[in-house]
């Protein structure tokens, strides 16, 4: 007999869901975190003075006035302006062979006040880049989120009742339960999903679709560059010295050219030759959702305006446009909390997703597959949140002028992260979910108390979500220790 | 048992077939998709470069639906070949050399 459409594309949805789900988790929770990636670095950052005392301009002069003595010799500079969300400028730029990127105290311009910490950054890079080397974390990234499509596209064919599901959960049903939770969890946000997926692929487009960008513009990199950055001035160094003009009239000029919106980024090439160029890339935040739309040149020596370009092509605007969707610098606080619950409950449909592959076949034969990957859900599930929440208490606990202090940060999340993994392995899988999310629950709640009592508005939106998410981990944990206690 | 097995070793083959028409089939598609799509718009440089590429990242998801829809295997693999070769043949006549 011929199996139905409907039942071809469940399958598809299951096993594509399957191979991929771990990876789309991990991913998923580190673009959610990203959602606050300015937020996360202030907060990882408490040497930081309150944010209503920094004038941006004055904290990207201080910036480059250090950067001019102690970074000379980079070819370039990349900051990134101060403003309310995160009171510092975050530079980029050479030293010998290694990039320093680094928070620059607005005070003093330089980066030593501040605990060295990779922040906030470390979930957006994560969520792109999974810590693997140029280009194969971007590639497997890449494929992920085409897989994403694919999987959400097959699961809308598999259920035929979208409506339905918005109002249809039943508690305490064992597998009709966990289906009923991904099911809503899914319809819920349907829309988000399938454009955070789609968007996120078109992100990495270059690496995973460069032929209609090669069959144009064959090894003509410039010609591509000049394109896609207009107003992008490349200007070879000249070899004779030369000094900065003052900054702060050009600042004043990029701000009066780009209200109502601010300042985002400013590139300086060849900072201390002659040939030197200033490059101003605007936030879309007051004017629409699309990247880099307006982007001013000025010749370094002088500050006088080489090129702007404002984007007006309408299938590049499209292209910026569905850019800014996905990394929603556009978005004001409110828009921005919607995207954070909306990734948690993407997080939360593949966790269900994944689980419920177990629990369908949990009545039936239990091989080898069935105890791999049962196991190694509960070492993802419960592992990964648990793991991030450990790169917070990492950032607080370790001592602020360590050394490579940074790196031990990153190192605590994937050595905690392999060692839940190791112990949901070696232990059965319902002691090893009651361990698991008890360690969660008190991650989040190490999180809470480093977090203090809350004040400022950071602190009240940490204190909320790690508070959200002691509730939720501590009830997974009293459910998982009750059906512990029932099998012996 | 025997028939069984060999019914299994069957249906193994053909899911294989189809993931690979799938996967590898369907971004040869979407490649071919993105070259004859860049050739043939009218458009200025990047703005038929972007186009191309949009259509290319909705055509991989759609062959690989596709694969998985059709009666056999077979037929999954001729229609991601008939399609290769139409986007192709486009993508040359546009003067596009491989």
Redesign the interface.
């Known amino acids: 007999m011929k199996p139905t459409f409907r039942a071809c594309m469940a399958w598809l949805h299951t096993w594509s869901g399957l191979t991929m789900g771990w990876l789309l988790l991990a991913m998923t929770l580190a673009g959610t975190l990203s959602v606050f990636r300015p937020e996360i670095n202030t907060w990882m950052r408490p040497e930081l003075r309150t944010p209503s005392t920094v004038n941006p301009d004055m904290a990207t002069q201080t910036a480059i006035q250090w950067l001019s003595i102690h970074a000379a010799k980079s070819p370039t500079w990349y900051l990134e302006a101060a403003n309310a969300r995160a009171p510092y400028v975050q530079a980029l730029w050479l030293e010998g062979d290694a990039y320093q990127d680094h928070a620059l105290d607005p005070q003093t311009g330089s980066p030593s006040p501040l605990r060295d910490t990779r922040g906030g950054d470390f979930f957006y890079r994560f969520h792109f880049e999974l810590q693997l080397p140029y280009p194969w974390g971007r590639l497997i990234a890449a494929v992920a989120a085409m897989a994403l499509v694919l999987i959400l596209l097959t699961g809308i064919i598999a259920h035929k009742r979208i409506f339905l599901d918005f109002f249809t959960f039943r508690p305490n049903k064992g597998q009709r339960s966990w289906l009923d939770a991904h099911n809503l969890l899914g319809v819920a946000a349907l829309p988000f999903h399938l454009m955070i997926a789609f968007t996120g692929a078109l992100t990495l487009a270059n690496m995973l679709m460069p032929w209609g960008l090669t069959t144009l513009y064959h090894q003509d990199f410039s010609a591509l560059e000049h394109d896609f950055n207009p107003a992008g001035i490349e200007r070879p160094a000249s070899g004779k010295a030369g000094t900065l003009a003052p900054i702060g009239p050009v600042l004043a000029d990029i701000n009066h050219r780009f209200a109502p919106n601010r300042l985002i980024r400013l590139t300086i090439s060849n900072p201390s030759d002659a040939a030197s160029v200033i490059q101003a890339i605007a936030a879309p935040s007051a004017s629409g959702v699309g990247v880099e739309t307006h982007t001013l040149s000025y010749d370094g020596t002088t500050g006088t305006l080489l090129a702007e370009h404002k984007e007006s092509r309408p299938i590049m605007g499209f292209y910026r446009f569905l850019y800014g969707l996905h990394v929603a610098h556009f978005a004001p606080v409110f828009t921005r909390w919607l995207y954070f619950l909306s990734g948690l409950g993407l997080a939360g449909v593949i966790a269900t997703g994944l689980h419920l592959w177990t629990s369908k076949r949990c009545q039936r034969h239990r091989g080898f597959g069935f105890r791999l990957v049962e196991r190694v859900n509960v070492g993802m599930i419960a592992g990964i949140p648990t793991a991030f929440a450990c790169f917070f208490l990492a950032n607080r606990l370790l001592p602020p002028s360590l050394a490579t202090r940074a790196q031990i940060e990153v190192q605590t999340v994937f050595c905690v992260w392999a060692i839940l993994l190791l112990y949901a392995a070696v232990r059965p899988a319902t002691v090893a979910w009651r361990d698991l999310l008890g360690m969660a629950t008190l991650a989040c709640l190490g999180v809470a108390l480093l977090n203090g009592l809350p004040v400022t508005p950071l602190q009240i939106g940490v204190g909320v979500t790690a508070l959200s998410l002691i509730c939720l981990f501590s009830y997974a944990t009293w459910r998982m220790a009750r059906a512990t206690k029932e099998k012996s | 048992m025997i028939s069984s097995f060999a019914l299994r070793k069957h249906a193994i083959l053909g899911i294989t077939a189809r993931v690979i028409a799938g996967v590898g089939g369907g971004y040869a598609s979407?490649?071919?998709l993105?070259?004859a799509?860049?050739?043939v718009l009218p458009?200025?440089?990047?703005?038929?470069?972007?186009?191309?590429?949009?259509l290319?990242?909705i055509c991989?998801?759609v062959m690989?639906?596709l694969c998985?829809?059709t009666?056999t295997a077979v037929h999954a693999w001729g229609a991601t070949i008939a399609f290769c070769l139409v986007v192709g043949a486009v993508?040359i006549l546009a003067g596009?050399r491989p």
């Open positions: 979407s490649a071919l993105a070259i799509a860049a050739s458009l200025s440089r990047p703005e038929a470069a972007i186009l191309s590429t949009l290319a990242l991989w998801p690989m639906i998985f829809s009666r993508a596009w």
